[in-house]
């Protein structure tokens, strides 16, 4: 089975604080490694990274690949009450098949 | 934009029913998924199609089947409800040979 492990599984922070979020793997014929947020509907599609150590930032996400240690993080710096949501991490296989970790549950308080 | 819609939002079922949940998108893609997210487990891979007619297992099948007769459809079919069906159901699809997926807004399935 291909293995996605996301940590922490639930986080508190409040407003205004960096937080990093972890996925790590097992496999390493995949195409490419997906950051997507969940609200309460439809996961939301944030990175999609397929270069080791090479960053994607949009905003006050930023989000980078280590396939040498085989995992990857999400960055979200001066957090708002916005950014609460499921984080979810997954690795892309032929046919854009998603394995998916078990997602971070990030709460952000004013 | 893309649009991947789910035929209902919440649904309810007895035990033993046969149930079938509707995906559509209508951007021509050629690979569609189901998948049910439940809390602590992420979302699980029940089945994907990559073509009419074509169907492969995902990581939990059993207990599902699927149907895909035109592209841009793809419904789950549970044969016969159980209480451990009770989940969120997500449909998603992606063109070939892209990485990115959409997803629908979701079926929150419960099953008494």
């Known amino acids: 089975e291909d293995k996605v492990v996301q940590s922490p599984l639930s986080l508190v922070v409040h407003e205004g604080d960096t937080v990093t979020l972890n996925c790590s793997y097992e496999?390493?014929?995949?195409?490419?490694l997906l950051w997507y947020k969940q609200e309460k509907k439809a996961p939301t599609f944030l990175f999609m990274l397929?270069?080791?150590?090479i960053e994607k930032k949009s905003g006050r996400l930023s989000s980078i690949l280590d396939k040498k240690e085989l995992f990857s993080i999400l960055n979200i710096t001066a957090t708002q009450t916005g950014d609460s949501a499921i984080y979810l991490c997954?690795?892309?296989?032929?046919?854009?098949?998603?394995?998916f970790g078990q997602g971070t549950i990030l709460t952000v308080h004013p | 934009d893309v649009k991947v819609t789910q035929s209902s939002r919440y649904l309810v079922k007895r035990t033993g029913e046969k149930v079938f949940l509707e995906c559509v998108q209508d951007?021509?893609?050629?690979?569609m998924f189901w998948y049910r997210q439940d809390p602590g487990l992420g979302l699980r891979l029940i089945y994907f199609s990559y073509d009419v007619k074509m169907k492969e297992k995902g990581d939990i099948p059993e207990g599902y089947s699927v149907s895909r007769e035109k592209k841009e459809r793809f419904s789950l079919i549970l044969e016969s409800a159980s209480t451990n069906q009770t989940s969120m159901y997500l449909c998603?699809?992606?063109?070939?040979?892209?990485?990115?997926?959409?997803f629908g807004p979701g079926t929150r399935l419960t099953v008494t």
């Open positions: 997954a690795l892309s296989f032929s046919y854009g098949k998603l394995t």
């Open positions: 397929t270069s080791s150590g």
């Open positions: 496999v390493t014929n995949f195409r490419s």
């Open positions: 951007m021509d893609h050629e690979n």
């Open positions: 998603a699809s992606t063109r070939d040979y892209s990485y990115e997926q959409y």
